[in-house]
């Protein structure tokens, strides 16, 4: 059975960090594009980051550069977001998502692997 399970999620205070993690299990993880998404209240959902299977190449979407960090350990079948100095607009529903790599990059792409998401809140 394919999974994907996102956790880490919490509430924090503006400027404070989180480190999600995403834990896949049921196929070739090493294989597989990994992104993040996520949802706020009431609104669409958007990519926030993403990194390769091949050479672990990253994308981040212009909001969370330069504050968010995405990594992989495929030796765990894992892939960590860490994100600092958090903003109220970084509240939402966080989800991870695989896609078999398929001669492109993670970016601009459609995932077809999702997982539960984990909940995100900035607030003082």
């Known amino acids: 059975e394919v999974q994907l399970q996102a956790s880490g999620g919490g509430l924090v205070q503006p400027g404070g960090s989180l480190t999600l993690s995403c834990v896949a299990s049921?196929?070739?993880?090493?294989?597989?594009?990994i992104g993040w998404f996520r949802q706020a209240p009431g609104k669409e959902r958007e990519g926030v980051s993403c990194?390769?299977?091949?050479?672990?190449?990253?994308y981040y979407a212009d909001s969370v550069k330069g504050r968010f960090t995405i990594s992989r350990d495929d030796a765990k079948n894992t892939v960590y977001l860490q994100m600092n100095d958090l903003k109220p607009e970084d509240t939402g529903v966080y989800y991870c998502?695989?896609?078999?790599?398929?001669?492109?990059?993670?970016?601009?792409?459609?995932?077809?692997?999702w997982g539960r998401g984990t909940l995100v809140t900035v607030s003082s």
């Open positions: 990194i390769s299977s091949s050479d672990g190449t990253t």
């Open positions: 998502a695989a896609v078999l790599e398929g001669g492109y990059g993670c970016y601009g792409i459609e995932y077809d692997l």
């Open positions: 049921g196929f070739t993880f090493d294989e597989y594009h």
